[in-house]
Nanobody
């Protein structure tokens, strides 16, 4: 059984930095894509960053240059390093694991990130 767990959210001042983590347990056959999404209050869920199992990362325009997504060597953890945070980055950040072989997505419960003075 695959489980996805996020951690590391919290309150940070504008201009500050924060790292959120995502770890999955269980076994995924073949390739797996890992991604961070976020959903602000009253907003729709949007893709923030995704990383292939080879470590290639892509980012939303709103976070490019400020956020860095990195997978560990085992491919079972995904970290999102966020810097120069803005109030508009406030959201619940959720991690998604996508099994290309199983054509299945697994979601974590999300972690709250609040950027406020």
């Amino acid at each position: 059984q695959v489980q996805v767990v996020e951690s590391g959210g919290g309150l940070v001042q504008p201009g500050g930095s924060l790292r959120v983590s995502c770890v999955f347990s269980g076994t995924i056959p073949g390739s797996a894509l890992m991604a961070w999404y976020r959903q602000a209050p009253g907003g729709e869920r949007e893709l923030v960053a995704q990383v292939t199992d080879r470590g290639t990362a892509t980012y939303a325009d709103a976070v490019t240059g400020r956020f860095t997504a990195v997978r560990d060597n085992a491919g079972k953890a995904l970290y999102l390093h966020m810097s120069s945070l803005k109030p508009e980055d406030t959201a619940v950040y959720s991690c998604k694991l996508s099994s290309l072989f199983l054509n299945t997505d697994y979601w974590g419960q999300g972690t709250q990130v609040t950027v406020s003075s």
